[in-house]
């Protein structure tokens, strides 16, 4: 039973144009989501994080947006740059704002091009 | 500041051996969380410690594997008579604690192998 899905195993980007990574959930139980992005042989890297009281949050070229009612986030990276070519994986977990027990998702490949 | 370190970063092991993946969290961090990838796949949660207490370990098998995280020294992720399908990725994290907010700082993770 896959709770966090990401329906888009890759994604290829142009270099300055924005990237939209997209992740949806099924337990309504979730109360915070993460953006941590992978490097070959290398662990996952914090991003970005929403609280479920908020829609949408902000870091310089990454904004997450959440929809509730969908159950559905979204990454957006702008512009993107080569450097940004990895794999990214969404993450839930149920307990408000903490790091505890976080279920991913199987993650999408970012291809930045020139 | 040293980031959170695992070894080995690689480790292979024959069919019935034990496996033992160590754990050293970042520093002041007192909460540390184990997670499994196997190909293709995200990361699974396997076992949340604090110093010396499982806090969670609804993700871990029921048999053959065990963590521990002692007072001194590292966590210490244990798989006795490993098989085949134990071959994954193992991915330690740390957090300074387990509330609000709070990041997870993974390690390299470490490559387990079994021939």
């Known amino acids: 039973d896959q709770q966090v899905k990401q329906n888009s195993p890759s994604l290829s980007v142009q270099e300055g144009r924005i990237s939209i990574l997209n992740c949806d959930y099924t337990?309504?139980?979730?109360?915070?989501f993460l953006w941590y992005k992978k490097y070959p042989a290398e662990g996952p890297t914090f991003l970005i994080s929403?609280?479920?009281?908020?829609d949408k949050n902000e870091d310089g070229r990454f904004t997450v947006f959440l929809n509730k009612s969908a159950k559905h986030l979204s990454l957006h990276i702008v512009p993107s740059q080569p450097g940004d070519s990895a794999v990214y994986f969404c993450?839930?977990?149920?307990?408000?704002?903490?790091?505890?027990?976080?279920?991913f998702g199987t993650g999408t490949r970012l291809q930045v091009t020139l | 500041n040293a980031g959170v370190m695992q070894n080995p970063r690689h480790l292979v092991r024959r069919r019935g051996q034990e496996a033992r993946l160590r754990c050293s969290p970042m520093?002041?961090?007192?909460?540390v969380y184990w997670y499994r990838q196997l190909p293709e796949e995200g990361l699974k949660f396997m076992v949340y410690?604090?110093?010396?207490?499982?806090?969670?370990e609804s993700g871990m098998p029921k048999e053959r594997f065990s963590a521990e995280f002692p007072k001194e020294g590292p966590s210490i992720l244990r798989i006795q008579q490993v098989v085949r399908g134990d071959s994954a990725a193992y991915f330690c994290?740390?957090?300074?604690?387990?509330?609000?907010?709070?990041?997870?700082?993974f390690g390299q993770g470490t490559r387990l192998t079994v021939v």
């Open positions: 994290a740390s957090s300074p604690n387990g509330g609000a907010n709070t990041e997870a700082f």
């Open positions: 337990n309504s139980m979730f109360d915070y």
């Open positions: 929403i609280s479920s009281i908020k």
């Open positions: 993450a839930a977990s149920e307990w408000a704002g903490t790091a505890s027990k976080l279920t």
């Open positions: 520093k002041g961090h007192s909460h």
């Open positions: 410690l604090q110093k010396e207490n499982i806090i969670d």
